[in-house]
C-alpha cells in the first residue's frame, strides 16, 4: 500500500492567493483528518470526514479554510485568500473506523509558506 | 473537551540512561496511542493500547496503559541517539468517531 498521499509536497505563495492541498486516504479507509502543526500552536485538528462526510469542523480556523471529500479516495483543503499566518505543515491522516484499533495513518505533509 | 498532557516537554538525556515520558489525560478512553515524528517528517505510530493494563514493547521503547488512572506511560531503556525524536501520545474520546486528542509532544534528545 502507498500509504497516504499529499501534495504538493512544499507550497510558496504571496498572501492573498488562493491554496489547494490535496489528499488520498489509504484504499478501505472511511475516516479522513486535516491536520495543522505550527510551533506555536502544536498539532491542531482542523476537520475530519467519516464515509465523506464531514464530521467536525470546528478545528477549521475562520471562513477562510474550506475541506471538501467529493469521494472515499480524494479529500481538499483550500484557503482562500491565503495570509502569512497560515504558514505551516498541513497533514492529512486516513484511519479505518469500525474494525481494529481505528489507528490513524499519516501523510508526509504539505509544508505551507505564505509571503 | 478531552485534554491530555505530556511531561517532560523536553527531555535531554545521555545515551545508555533509562528514562520515562508520562501521558496524563482527562476523560475516560480505552485507547490511547503514542506516535514518533523526526524533524521535517511525518507521524508514525509506535504503539496502540486498546485496554487496560496494556503493555506493549518495541526495541528500547515501552508503552503502559492505566485507564484507571487515565496515565500512560513510555519508558526508554538505555537510550541510544537514534531514538531523538518528538513523542507524541494521543487518545480517542468515543471510538465511534474516532477523533484523537493529541498531548503536545515530548521533544527527547539523546546525546553521547
Known amino acids: 500500500d502507498a500509504g497516504v498521499i499529499q501534495s504538493p509536497r512544499h507550497e510558496v505563495t504571496e498572501m492573498g492567493q488562493e491554496v489547494t492541498l490535496r489528499c488520498k486516504p489509504i484504499?478501505?479507509?472511511?475516516?479522513l483528518f486535516w491536520y495543522r502543526q505550527t510551533m506555536m500552536r502544536g498539532l491542531e485538528l482542523l476537520i475530519y470526514?467519516?464515509?465523506?462526510?464531514?464530521?467536525?469542523d470546528s478545528g477549521m480556523p475562520e471562513d477562510r479554510f474550506s475541506a471538501k471529500m467529493p469521494n472515499a479516495s480524494f479529500s481538499t483543503l483550500k484557503i482562500q485568500p491565503s495570509e502569512p499566518r497560515d504558514s505551516a505543515v498541513y497533514f492529512c491522516?486516513?484511519?479505518?473506523?469500525?474494525?481494529?484499533?481505528?489507528?490513524?495513518?499519516f501523510g508526509p505533509g504539505t509544508r505551507l509558506t505564505v509571503t | 473537551e478531552l485534554k491530555v498532557e505530556q511531561n517532560p516537554l523536553f527531555l535531554s538525556m545521555q545515551e545508555g540512561k533509562n528514562y520515562t515520558i508520562y501521558c496524563n489525560y482527562s476523560?475516560?478512553?480505552?485507547?490511547l496511542y503514542w506516535y514518533r515524528q523526526d524533524p521535517g517528517k511525518s507521524l508514525e505510530s509506535l504503539f496502540v493500547?486498546?485496554?487496560?493494563?496494556a503493555v506493549k514493547q518495541e526495541g528500547r521503547l515501552m508503552a503502559s496503559l492505566d485507564t484507571k488512572a487515565r496515565l500512560s506511560t513510555l519508558h526508554i531503556t538505555a537510550a541510544v541517539h537514534d531514538l531523538s525524536a518528538t513523542y507524541f501520545c494521543?487518545?480517542?474520546?468515543?471510538?465511534?468517531?474516532?477523533?484523537?486528542?493529541f498531548g503536545r509532544g515530548t521533544q527527547l534528545t539523546v546525546w553521547p
Open positions: 470526514f467519516n464515509n465523506n462526510v464531514p464530521i467536525d
Open positions: 494521543a487518545v480517542v474520546e468515543s471510538s465511534t468517531l474516532g477523533r484523537l486528542y
Open positions: 491522516a486516513s484511519s479505518l473506523l469500525g474494525q481494529g484499533p481505528y489507528e490513524q495513518y
Open positions: 476523560t475516560t478512553s480505552d485507547r
Open positions: 484504499s478501505g479507509h472511511n475516516s
Open positions: 493500547l486498546l485496554s487496560n493494563g
